[in-house]
Structures are given as C-alpha cells and as structure tokens.
C-alpha cells in the first residue's frame, strides 16, 4: 500500500514538474521570446533602429486568457534606437497582424536631425472584432483598431525640440529633394525653396514639414488653366492606406451652348496631358459642396479619345442638368419667401427716363389689349446690348415692366412671346456674335425672368462624337396641353438629315420649366 502511494506522489511530482516546465516555456514563447526582425539606419550612418518580435504572434491561451478577445490578432514588437553606438530608448508596441508575425511592412523609419520618427502600421484587412485604442503603462500607444501609431524619439530626451538653425532647414530640405531644389529665403516662420518651375515653403518643425507636393499639383493645374482658359484645380485626399492621392477639378462653365462640347475636350486633353506625370483615375466637377465625379479608369487602358469624350459628354450632360434643376427649386423657394405676390405682375418698377419714350423695341409682343411688351436696348458694351421691358401705348413706352430681363447678360433680343394667357411667356437672346442662344422664361407676364435649360440631342458627329447643334431657341408653342420648343442652329448650323436642315424639336409637360429632347423637324433654313 505505502508502495502504491509513493508512486502515485512521484507520478504527481513529475506530473507537476512537466506542468510548471511546460508553463514556463509557454510564458516564454507567448510574451519574452525575443526575435529580430529588421534594422533601418540613417544615410550617414549614426542612428539605427532594430526591430525585434517579443513573443510568438497570434492567437494564444495565455493572451486570451490575460486580455480576453481584444489580445486576438495582435503581435507584440519593441524598437530599440541607438545614436553613435549607444542605445537612447525602447518603445513596446503592438499591431494588429491578424496573426501574423512582425514584418517589415509594419513599419516607417524617418530620419531627422533632432530624432527620429517611426510610423507603425498594421496589416490586417479588417480590425478584429472589439479592437480599439488604448494606452500602456509606460504611455506607449497600442493600436487596437487598425490605427497608425507614431513615436518620435529625439536624440536629446533631456531637451524640448526647440527648432533647427536657417542652415540646417536649407541643408535637409535640398537633401530631402537630391538636391533638386535650391534655397531662397526665410519670411516670417517660413522657409521658401524653388523647385524647376515653382516655389514651396517648409516650417520649422521637427520634420520640417513642407508643401512640394501641394505646390506641385497647384503648379501643373494653373498650366493647365492657362492653357485651356479654365479654371483647374487638384483636390487631396487619402486613398484606403492612407496615402495621399490628388484628383484633377475641372472647372465647368454652365450649360451655355457650347460649353458641354468645350469641357468634355477639356477633360481629355487633361487625361492626355496629365494622366501619366500623377496617375489620376478621377476627374471631379461642380462645387466643393456638391462635388460630382466621373471614373476614368475604364477608359485609360487602350486609350481611345472619342470613347473618353463621350463618356464625359453623357455624364456632365445628365449631372449638369440636376445641378440646374436643384439650383433652379432653391432660387423658386427664395423668390417664394422674398418677392410679391405674382398679382402685381406689370407694375412700374421704377420710373422711366424720359429719353426712353422714343427708343425702338429689338423685338416686341402685342398683348390683347392692344399694348405692346417691347424689348428695348439701353445700354451698349463690347458689342452686345442690355435690354429693358417696357410696356408701350400707341407706340409709345410709358413704363418699365422689368430693368433687367436678362439677368445681366447682354447680346441681341431675339424674341418674345406669350402663351393665352399672357403670363407664360419665353424670349431669347442671341449672343457670341449672334451664333449662340439664351432662353428665357416668365410666368408673371414679364416683371421677372429665369433662363431655361434643355438637354442635348447628343448628335453624332462623322468621328463619332456628341454635340448637340441646337443651340438657338426659335419659338414655343402649346399643343393638346403640351409645350412645344424649336431650337435652330444659329448661322454657323451645318446639321443635315438626308439633305435637309433640320431644327431640334422638344416639348415639356411643365409649362416650359424643363424640356426633353423628341427628335427634328424640318424647318426654315434662315441662314440665307
């Protein structure tokens, strides 16, 4: 019997003696098995900063056990900084490598003359299930959410970085560019360089932070203004690693005829120009508050213009119409807050100088009663004429129904005219010498005015390109409950079907507000 239990006590011995044994490797592989990773050092050799692995990476028992979920997927590192030889600090730190070992892709190493700075990243896809930021004991950073994680080390941990000497920014930042770039001057807190065509500053900071790369793309895209007489901009951002991506804006103009022509050749010489020098995938239009984007990307692999023309001329087409339409129900709800009741329609705005009795109408509509609604020119610049409403009887004008019927814009009144009931009504205003059109629309007989947009035939061109050669509205008209508009070509037109000059034919079920495209109609070639 005592036999029996002596060897169960020295079974149970060595049974505890493998266990602590055991436990004890496991501690170590777990969290103080130290294994080198990878090494950075400075160009000129004095500081270096290795990177070792503390424990085995992924998921164990004793770190689910010590830190519960949260530990799953992280992998522990400590970077160790030397300076001439001599070791100046440790930093501990962890990353999410769902895993994975530490690897050279964890981090960034940046060189600076007070310190240096190291940028951790982690490598996993997605952040594992509870991961967030949390700080150690020590202070360290621990990045639990996929986080980037930066330490700054300086060389002198007993001394603030206190800012470098005018020499030291102008030797680094030469250095920083291959030398590339030369000095010019300090202003104020600021440190300029001149690169080959243009200018950029540097701060005083500890790395010496500057804008090359901002001052870059402002550069190419001022050539490019001034190259197209557009205005052109490139908008930074961060792509999904963080890094940063500049996305070419090019200024668009309004849906004046012409002007989606204009921008979609605009984007293509940028695409032909541009492309290659900042490998863009986006061009950007509109207002920083309602960006719009076009995706390129199918369209630079066997590049082919006309396809890329097209693309841009459909996509500007449709996103220029609904930034016309939502303008247009803003500018409704603030004449709705603002202006008088639509009754008072035909009062004198204001009075009207006497010499204005006699001046002749460009163009005119007689109303029921026998007055006249005349569009008259007072005003003259740069060949083009800026018009006023003036209600006329017996031929002669008595008052002025609107001071500014065209909001601003000058050229030649085309026409005018009215629905049955004398409210609705439409003009144009020929302008460019003529061969453009503005349309314009009244629904208080005159006393305000909104210009009119209406989309694009999308005519083919024998390359295979859109445009649309109706640019000059003719005359409106009401059909079976339906508004009727035929738009010319101006007398630059040179649009034929089967020999025959046609007219674009549109109609709208609004009353004339927005119109949609039906097809062509034969009509009066009025060119000569």
């Known amino acids: 019997m005592k036999k029996h239990i002596k060897l169960i006590v020295l079974i149970s011995c060595i049974a505890a003696v493998m266990l602590f044994g055991l436990t004890g490797w496991f501690i170590y ?15 000129d050799g004095r500081t270096a900063v290795t990177f070792q692995m503390r424990g085995t990476a992924g998921k164990s028992l004793l770190t689910i056990a010590s830190y519960g979920d949260a530990e799953q997927g992280r992998t522990k590192g400590r970077a ?34 007070a310190g240096v700075e190291i940028l951790l990243h982690d490598l996993s896809q997605e952040p594992a299930a509870g ?39 102008a030797f680094w930042i030469t250095d920083r560019y291959d030398n590339q770039v030369s000095y010019l001057q300090k202003e104020g807190d600021k440190y300029y360089f001149q690169a080959d065509d243009f ?34 901009e490139f908008e930074k951002r961060e ?10 804006v090019v200024g668009f103009n309004g849906r004046q005829p012409g002007e989606l022509e204009a921008f979609s050749n605009a984007c ?22 309602r960006r719009r984007y076009l995706d390129i990307t199918p369209y630079l692999d066997n590049y082919d213009r006309t396809k890329l023309y097209n693309a841009v001329y459909r996509g500007i087409e449709q996103d220029s119409l609904e930034e016309w339409r939502y303008e247009e129900d803003e500018r409704d709800g603030s004449a709705e807050e603002t202006s008088p009741d639509a009754s008072s329609a035909g009062i004198i705005i204001e009075e009207m100088p006497e010499e204005w009795r006699e001046y002749e109408a460009e163009c005119s509509y007689q109303r029921k009663d026998g007055t006249q609604l005349r569009m008259v020119g007072v005003d003259r610049a740069a060949g083009s004429s800026f018009y006023v409403l003036l209600e006329a009887v017996d031929g002669i004008n008595t008052s002025v129904v609107n001071a500014d019927p065209y909001l601003g814009h000058g050229g030649l009144a085309k026409w005018i005219d009215f629905l049955e009931d004398e409210r609705i009504g439409f003009s144009c205003l020929a302008y460019s010498g003529g061969s453009l059109g503005r349309f314009f629309r009244t629904e208080d007989g005159g006393r305000s005015f909104q210009e ?47 020999g025959v000059w046609v007219y674009g034919l549109y109609e709208s079920e609004d009353m004339g507000r927005s119109w949609s495209y039906v097809g062509t109609a034969e009509g009066e070639d009025y060119r000569w």
């Open 29 to 43: 592989e777990a969290n103080d098995k130290i294994t080198f990773i990878g090494k950075e050092e400075s160009q």
């Open 80 to 113: 160790l900084v030397e300076r001439d030889g001599e070791w100046i600090k440790t930093e501990d730190f962890t990353v999410n490598n769902q895993g994975e070992p530490l690897q050279e892709g964890n981090w960034e190493v940046q060189f600076y003359p």
């Open 131 to 169: 991961m967030a930021l949390e700080s150690g004991e020590d202070g360290a950073s621990r990045n639990m959410a996929g986080e980037e994680q930066h330490i700054v080390v300086l060389y002198d941990e007993e001394n603030l970085f206190a800012g470098y000497s005018e020499e030291e920014v």
């Open 199 to 232: 200018t950029f500053s540097a701060t005083n900071d500890f790395q010496m932070t500057d804008d090359y790369e901002e001052s870059y793309f402002a550069y190419l895209a001022q050539q490019f203004s001034y190259g197209h007489n557009r205005v052109t």
């Open 239 to 248: 792509d999904e690693e963080g890094e940063a991506v500049y996305v070419p």
């Open 268 to 289: 293509c010489d940028l695409v032909e120009e541009l492309q290659e020098i900042t490998e863009f995938e986006e061009i950007g239009y509109f207002s920083e508050e």
């Open 452 to 498: 009119i947009t209406y989309p694009s035939a999308k005519i083919e061109l024998p390359d295979g390109s859109l445009y649309n050669p109706f640019i000059m509205p003719d005359r409106v008209w009401e059909e079976e409950g339906k508004l009727y508009m035929m738009a010319g070509q101006g007398p630059d037109g040179d649009y034929y079907e089967d």
